[in-house]
Structure formats: C-alpha cells, structure tokens
C-alpha cells in the first residue's frame, strides 16, 4: 500500500522544526509543500532536499475550500502513483490544517497515512504572549466565524487571518460580539526571530494593520459580559439565579409560579401593545421583560430540581424540528393551509392523538374568549369542517343576528346569552376568512372609541360644557365630526 507520511514544518524558525520531520524528508524521494511560503522553506532547501510545493493551485481555485480539497487531491493522486510521499505542511499537521483534514478523511484505506507531529504556531502565540491555556482557551478558523464563534469568557485565537481583506471580516464578525474599542493582539510569525511582530490594538483597528499576512493570527483575551457588545442568556439566567439567591432581592425571592402568573400575563399584552404601536425601541424593553417571565420560571423550577432553562430551549427547538416535516423531512408543504395540516398531523403523532377533538380541546381555556374562538375554527377546518367561502360565513352572521332579535325581548337570559355567544362565534368565522385576528381588531375599535369619545369631551369642555350635562343629541354631533376628523387623517396619509 502507498505510504503517505505528513510532518509539520513547526511556526517558523528553523530550530523549530523537529530532527524527525528533517530526516523524512532527506530520506523521501518525493516531498510535496502546501506552500513555499513558510520562513523554514529555505533551510531545507539549504540542506538539499528537493521540494514540489501546491502554489500554484492557490491562484487557480475559486475559494480556499477548493483550494484545499485541490491540495489534498493532488497529494493522494502523487502518493498513489509515486508509492511513498512526504507533504510537508506550515505548523503542525493537525492544528488548523484544512488539507490533512481532508487527507485523513479520503485517503483513509487508499494509502498507510502517518501523522508526524510538529511544534505548532499555537504553541508560539502561548509562548510569544506567557499564556496558560489551562485557563481555557478556544481556536477559531477565521474563514468559519458565521460557524465558530469566540467564548466571551476565555481566551480566543483566530486563525487563517492571511491578507487585510480577511482582518476586515474578521472584525465585522467580532464586532456583532465585543466592542468596538476591546483591545485584541494581532500576531505575525509568532515564535519566528526578526519576523515576530505584535500589536495590541482596539478591534475597530484591525483590518487598518499594513502588516497582516499568511503568518498572521489574533488574540482575543477573556472578555466576560462587560466587554461584550449584547449580554447572553447565559448572562440573563446567572443574574436571574443571584437575585433568588440568598442576599439577593427580598421580593424576587418570594416569588412562585402562582403569584407570577398575573405578571405573565401582563407583559404578554404589553408587547402586543408594543407591536400595535410599531414602537421598536418599546418592542425590545417588551420582549425582555416577556422573556424575564420564562427565565423566572425556569430558575424556580431549577431550585426545586425539576428542569431548567436549557431543558425549556432544548425542547422547543426539538418541538420545532419534529413539527417541520415539511421543511425537515419529506412532507411537502407549498402554501399557509399545507404548513398548517402539516404541524398538526405531526402533533397528533407525537402526542398519540387519535380524534380530531382533543386537539380542540387542548386548546386552553384560559385564552381570551374571541382568540381561542379563533383557533377552535381554524383547527376544525383544517380536517375540512368549514363553510365553502366567505359569502356563507357572513350569512350565517346575519342567521344569528336574527336569532337573537327573536329572544332579547324574552327576558330569558340564558337563551340570549347564547344566542349572543352564538352571534359573535359567527362573526369570528368572518374575521379567520378574511385573515383578521378578531381579539386585535376589537382592541383597535377600543382605542377609536376611546379616542373619539375624548375628542367629545375636549370639544364640549372648550364650549364650557361637561358631559353628563349634554343631551344624547349634542354628542352624538360632535361624535360625527370626530368620526369625520378621522376619516379625513385616513385621506391625508
């Protein structure tokens, strides 16, 4: 079987570069380099070995990933047809090389692959700067940061920094993380003598270093939630833990599941409000404080041992996945309706479902009335129990009307009860055909009402006038002109 041997070419320097590493390749006959663009390259040039090198390839690939795969395609092809190769690689073979990765991968029972080990450039940035990665420390390839993402609470390198182009993407990627004014270290050649250079600079600095080349790494130091640009719910949940700890908030403290529930509740309506308004800056403090809500209940639940925060996340995510099979699995789904049918279909499975009417009655009847209304319909439809068109559905509208017109006068409350419960089921039914929550829409009446009715009392009071002292007649009137003040803002804009 070929033999392929990788050895590491270490950071830099030549006494870096192992005695083991140099012997294989006096003794190869074939030595290919990923690249001649390593500062050892001249020594062992100096000591007579003859070297192919992948250059070329880095000028004709699209991108780095075709590059290496290019690479590692050309190392296997050479190594099956010359039976023994030495590829010699910057660093060492398995710390950030995308090329023996790729070769561990492909070329695992076509050739007897041997991994010699080298000093890596990592090990010369710990050393370059005194650091303990014991302290913990994370390694970043910086062409996969939408991937990788730094640890705000250990040390980072960010490897693969080759040219200015990338030091600016790699700061545009840190800068969603950490602020802009963070000092990070930019680090050249580390370990090399008379190329080593280093910078601590702001972040915002970093694609401004001339500097910067294939030698080139940076150094995030620990940062914590101080440095950071956005807190974490790691963050959230660690606050969230010191307030109910001992010595922490007397009042957060006290809290249960109980007497939560009203404040739920509450921030629930307030981010509606939030979006009815179109208040973005509103929508945000809304959505935290909703969320503080989950959070709270999670820490409590965590204290007495039954779940935390991380099983809430992990089932909703799983929840999202399982309920996706037309995203996730083969289930198509091209339309609203198909996405629908095809959530419930997979919750009927999860959940055992058999009938349809459980699923109408695991909707909570702590909902508001015109909202679980709603969703009653909608499900019900879903197996096809709907009117044909909307045509139908307001006629029914009328039906109950009707209806009730026929008992008001009765006195019999509970036939009129229903009969009005009845009337308002309808007009729901009209409200799910024409895609209008009717919970919203009625808030959206509330506040015309509340508003034209101010503009009565502001109008009478400016005539000296209080309300409970005007005839029906009289408001009715300046209820017309606020009606009409409306109607002619709706034309303006």
């Known amino acids: 079987m070929p ?55 880095y000028d004709s690939a699209a991108s780095f990933d075709d ?54 450039f990592i090990d010369a940035i710990l050393s370059t700067l005194r650091l303990d990665p014991a302290y913990g420390l994370k390694i970043i390839d910086g062409l996969s940061l939408k991937e990788q993402k730094p640890d705000l609470h250990c040390g980072n390198i960010v490897t693969q920094v080759y040219d200015r182009l990338v030091a600016s993407e790699v700061k545009l990627a840190l800068m969603e993380l950490y602020q802009e004014d963070f000092r990070i270290c930019v680090i050249k050649a580390a370990g090399v003598p008379e190329m080593e250079q280093l910078a601590w600079i702001p972040l915002y600095e970093l694609d401004r270093i001339e500097w910067v080349d294939y030698l080139t790494s940076i150094y995030i130091p620990p940062a914590g939630s101080a440095a950071a640009r956005y807190k974490t719910m790691e963050d959230l949940t660690a606050l969230m833990a010191q307030l109910r700890a001992e010595g922490g908030c007397p009042w957060d403290r006290e809290q249960t599941r109980q007497s939560l529930k009203p404040y739920l509740l509450e921030e629930a309506y307030e981010v509606l409000d939030a979006i009815e308004k179109d208040d973005l800056t509103l929508l945000v403090e809304e959505l935290g404080d909703l969320l503080l809500q989950v959070v709270f209940h999670a820490q409590i639940a965590k204290e007495d041992g039954e779940f935390d925060i991380n099983e809430v996340i992990t089932q909703i995510y799983d929840k999202l996945i399982v309920r996706h099979p037309h995203v996730f699995g083969d289930v198509k789904a091209t339309s609203e309706s198909g996405a629908l049918k ?19 009655t695991d909707i909570p009847q702590t909902l508001p009335s015109l909202i679980r209304s709603y969703k009653v319909q909608q499900k ?114």
């Open 3 to 57: 033999k392929l041997t990788v050895i590491g070419l270490g950071p830099g320097g030549a006494g870096q570069l192992t005695l083991e590493a140099l012997e294989t390749m006096k003794q190869a006959k074939t030595v290919i380099l990923r690249t001649v663009k390593h500062p050892v390259v001249d020594y062992i040039k100096a000591q007579g070995i003859a070297v192919e090198s992948c250059d070329d390839i």
């Open 67 to 120: 590059t290496y795969r290019e690479i590692s395609r050309r190392v296997l092809e050479s190594c099956m047809a010359k039976g023994d190769v030495v590829f010699a690689v910057p660093g060492h073979p398995l710390v950030a090389e995308k090329s023996v990765e790729l070769l561990v991968q492909h070329g695992s029972g076509a050739v007897e692959l041997r991994i010699l080990p080298a000093m890596s």
């Open 342 to 360: 095809s959530w419930e279909a997979s919750k009927r499975e999860q959940k055992g479902i058999e009938g349809y009417t459980q699923t109408l």
């Open 380 to 493: 019900a439809a879903l197996v096809g129990f709907d009117w044909d068109n909307i045509e139908d559905a307001i006629a029914k509208v009328h039906e109950e009307m009707n209806e009730l017109l026929e008992v008001y006068k009765t006195g019999e409350k509970g036939i009129i009860e229903e009969e009005m419960g009845d009337l308002l089921f309808s007009a729901v039914n009209v409200a799910r055909f024409l895609k209008i929550q009717p919970e919203l829409a009625l808030r959206g009446t509330i506040e015309k009402f509340i508003n034209r009715f101010r503009y009565i009392e502001e109008t009478a009071l400016q005539f000296g006038k209080k309300l409970d002292k005007m005839s029906l007649q009289e408001m009715d009137k300046l209820w017309e002109q606020a009606k009409s003040q409306n109607h002619a803002k709706k034309d303006e804009n």
